[in-house]
Structures are given as structure tokens and as C-alpha cells.
């Protein structure tokens, strides 16, 4: 039985279940952890400032601008969703994807 996916296509729309890591040494994309994507930013986790971070690095890393991101819910959480729209490029824990 094969874990449930931390993202799936809407169109062309990606939708990732995210797990954040406030705080963390350095921006980076972890390991997938259940049916979510570890993401650790540097930013800490006040006011929504972390998600805030966290998008601009999502942005660069799929190749959208940060407004090609929207966080469907889990702002204030380390729990949440995003859609990026059209992304460029899919980081390695993607695997070999199809883009849409």
C-alpha cells in the first residue's frame, strides 16, 4: 500500500500539502512525511511572517513569481496548502512528474 500523496494536479495548478519548519538554519524542501512535504524556513513563525518566506523561496524554487502562489489555508500554521500555478520547474522530491 503506497503513501498518500503530498500533491496532486488541478489543471495546471500544483497542490502541495505542506509541513512547515519555522526557524530552521537554512531555506530548504525536505522529505515528503506522510501525506505531506517538509519545507524549512529561516523565518520565524510570527504574524505569518514564516509563510510569507516560505513563498518567496517556493517561488524561486518552482520558477513563479511569489503571486503565483496562494496559500488555500494554514497561514498561521505549520499545517497548510498551497497552488502554485503553472510552475516552471518541480524540485528532485517531485520525482519525474509530468508537468500537466
Known amino acids: 500500500m503506497s503513501k498518500p500523496p503530498f500533491f496532486h494536479w488541478d489543471g495546471e495548478t500544483l497542490v502541495v500539502n505542506i509541513l512547515g ?23 520565524a513563525p510570527v504574524a505569518g511572517k514564516a509563510t510569507d518566506h516560505m ?13 503565483d502562489i496562494e496559500v488555500v489555508f494554514g ?15 518541480l524540485p528532485a522530491v517531485f520525482g519525474q ?3 500537466f
Open 21 to 43: 519548519k519555522p526557524s530552521a538554519k537554512q531555506d530548504a524542501i525536505g522529505k515528503p512525511k506522510g501525506h505531506q512535504l517538509k519545507v524549512s524556513v529561516t523565518a
Open 97 to 99: 512528474q509530468e508537468m
Open 55 to 67: 513563498v518567496r523561496f517556493l517561488a524561486d524554487e518552482f520558477g513563479v513569481a511569489a503571486a
Open 75 to 89: 497561514r498561521m500554521n505549520v499545517n497548510k496548502q498551497l497552488r502554485i500555478k503553472a510552475p516552471k520547474k
